[in-house]
Structures are given as structure tokens and as C-alpha cells.
């Protein structure tokens, strides 16, 4: 082809001239021996062309980037280092082509696959446990053991492939690490009391989205082993964070939880002083004074009840004034209002 000949000129004078463009199309050309030798040069050239290359993937058409991928996998295990580089930074769609043209080789990657799940990078790893799906089955018992790799990513990832593979697990505590790296709330809800230690954990978590979710689980599972790192979560500064760590604390229906119940009744958030009051209401609470009574009736937007009780509601519904709330709150503040300078005439 003479299109390709061009490049027949050496990997030094392409790096140099960074040259990539026709190469990368080669890699969908119709001759197989074209896409080949683009492939091998592709992957001669190293980490410089990753950004370029990723790109390209990417950007072109399902069908083309499935030969792409079979390209640069066709040429054998030398293409490993390459193809892992892609895989960490791809997209799922791409991930998957490269997963696709894996399982269609006669196995040699198997090995090789193996050897990076020990290398010292975690991305490394990463991408390795992503390419053994290709592998299939076999893959499996190497595949459980990254559920205890050092690095978050690769321990998500590997569950991922289990996944994929139709792997389930049979110990129980295994099953909680398998399902809280799927991040599938609904098993984990289904384990019960033995979920409950790494939901806790869960709390902690730097992404809010698992600290939500944790939270939601623990109150359907209804421990009272969970209620002190509720109580200490009830703080968040994520507003949904808060109330789910609320609405768990209602659910679990614990009387450990009230004092923190009422203090939510004042929270910035509707939703966490809704949940707050759901709560107290679960737990036959009786307010100690107008002030949560008054609390609790925002909360509950129960406004009738409210002008009922006159003067004393009008200091918390001024404050209430300040947050979000529905437009019945200002109204109602001066309902409260005229109703309290009705019954001051003399």
C-alpha cells in the first residue's frame, strides 16, 4: 500500500517528527497487513503517542474502533504496555472493544495479563484486571484475590470483571466486600447485620455519594450498632448526606437518636428537618418547649397548627424565613403575625 510506505522510514524519524496521524488511520485500513505493521509501529513508539491515539479511538465510528482495537491486540503481547495505557484513560465502550479483542486471541494474553497484576503502578494493575475479562473464567481466581489489592481502583475494578464473568461470591464477608465495591445497595441491604461494619465505614467515605447510600442502607437495615457513627454523620456538609443519616436514624427508631433528631429540626436543609421530624414522630416525641414544637411543626409544614399557637411561633418562623423553605412560610409568618396583633388590642 503505498500510503503506508511512508512510514517505512524508521519509529525514530516519526517520534521525532511526531508524525502520528497516518499511522493511527492505518490501524482501519482494509489490507490486515497494514493495520498490522501500523499496530507494531504504534506500539514501538511508547508513551507519546497514548494522548493522540486515545483520541482516535475514541472519536471514530463503533465499527472502526472495534478494528482499531483488534489492530493493535493482533500483534501480540508486545502491544501489552500500550493497550493497559489506553484501557486506565478509556471510556467503557472502548474498554470493552479492547476486552472483545482480547477474547478473541488463542489465549496467549492470559499470561502476560498475569504479570501486570503485580506490577508496583496501580493504574497498571487496574487496566490488567479490566483486560482478563477478555480471558475468560480462568481468570477468576486471580481476579478475587485483587478484591484485596491495596488500591481502591483496583479493588472496584476487579469486582467489576467478577461481575462481568458471572462470578458469586459464598463466604459472607466476602460478599460484603464484593457488593459494597459494586456499590449495589440493595445486596448489601439483603446481608443485614453483617453488611453493617463496612457501611459504617462507608461514612467516611471522600465521595458523598457513597456516604449517602451507606447512610440510606443502614436505616434499612434498622441496627442499633450503627447509631453512634450516624450520630457523628449527622454533621456532613452535604446536604443529602444528612438526610439520609437522618432519615437512618428514624428508621432504626433508637430513643439514642432524639436529642439529634431535634437539633436537625433547625438544619439548613428541608429535607433534613423533614426527615428529623418523620423521625421524632416514629419515635413518639414529645416536644419539651414552644420552640421545638414550633421546630417541628415547620418541619412538618403543618401551617393551620401553627397560627394555632400564636406568638410563640412567630420568632422560629422568621428564622424559618431565612432558609429554604416553600412559599407558604412567609405567608404564614404573617398570618402568625396579624393574628398575634389581632389578639394584643386592647
Not at 497514548?50 to 474502533?65: F, K, Q, T
Not at 487496574?126 to 485483587?146: C, E, Q
Request: proline content about 6%; charged content about 25%.
Amino acid at each position: 500500500m503505498a500510503f503506508f510506505d511512508r512510514f517505512r522510514v524508521g519509529i525514530k524519524k516519526i517520534r521525532q517528527e511526531k508524525d502520528y496521524s497516518g499511522l493511527i488511520l492505518a490501524l482501519d485500513d482494509d489490507d490486515p497487513g497494514s493495520r498490522a505493521d501500523a499496530a507494531r509501529t504504534l506500539s514501538a513508539l511508547g508513551p507519546s503517542i497514548i494522548p493522540n491515539l486515545l483520541g482516535a479511538l475514541e472519536n471514530a465510528a463503533p465499527v472502526s474502533r472495534v478494528r482499531m482495537a483488534e489492530a493493535l491486540v493482533s500483534i501480540g503481547t508486545s502491544s501489552i504496555p500500550l493497550i493497559l495505557a489506553l484501557i486506565v484513560r478509556a471510556s467503557p465502550a472502548l474498554q470493552a472493544s479492547f476486552v472483545r479483542a482480547i477474547a478473541a486471541t488463542d489465549g496467549e494474553y492470559f499470561s502476560a495479563l498475569l504479570s501486570s497484576l503485580h506490577s508496583e503502578e496501580s493504574t497498571t494493575r487496574t487496566a490488567a484486571v479490566i483486560a482478563l475479562r477478555g480471558t475468560g473464567k480462568k481468570a477468576i481466581p486471580h481476579l478475587v484475590r485483587r478484591l484485596q489489592d491495596r488500591n481502591h481502583s483496583v479493588r472496584k475494578e476487579a469486582a467489576s470483571s467478577l461481575a462481568a464473568l458471572g462470578w458469586v461470591p459464598n463466604d459472607p464477608q466476602e460478599k460484603v466486600q464484593y457488593y459494597y465495591l459494586l456499590e449495589d445497595w440493595t445486596e448489601l441491604a439483603k446481608l443485614q447485620g453483617a453488611a453493617v461494619p463496612v457501611l459504617i465505614k462507608g461514612l467516611n467515605s471522600k465521595d458523598p455519594r457513597i456516604r449517602s447510600e451507606s447512610a440510606r442502607t443502614l436505616g434499612k437495615i434498622r441496627d442499633p450498632r450503627a447509631i453512634p457513627a450516624l450520630v457523628r454523620a449527622a454533621d456532613d456538609p452535604e446536604a443529602d448526606v444528612r438526610t439520609r443519616v437522618i432519615e437512618a436514624l428514624g428508621e432504626i427508631g433508637d430513643d439514642r437518636a432524639k436529642p439529634h433528631l431535634v437539633e436537625a429540626l433547625s438544619d439548613p436543609s428541608h429535607p433534613v428537618r423533614m426527615e428529623a421530624a418523620w423521625g421524632l414522630e416514629r419515635l413518639d416525641w414529645i416536644p419539651q418547649n414552644d420552640l421545638e414544637r414550633a421546630n417541628y411543626l415547620i418541619a412538618r409544614e403543618q401551617w393551620n397548627e401553627l397560627v394555632r399557637m400564636g406568638r410563640p411561633a412567630i420568632a422560629p418562623l422568621i428564622s424559618a424565613l431565612q432558609v429554604e423553605y416553600s412559599a407558604s412560610a412567609p405567608v404564614l409568618a404573617r398570618r402568625c403575625g396579624n393574628w398575634v396583633s389581632l389578639h394584643s388590642m386592647p
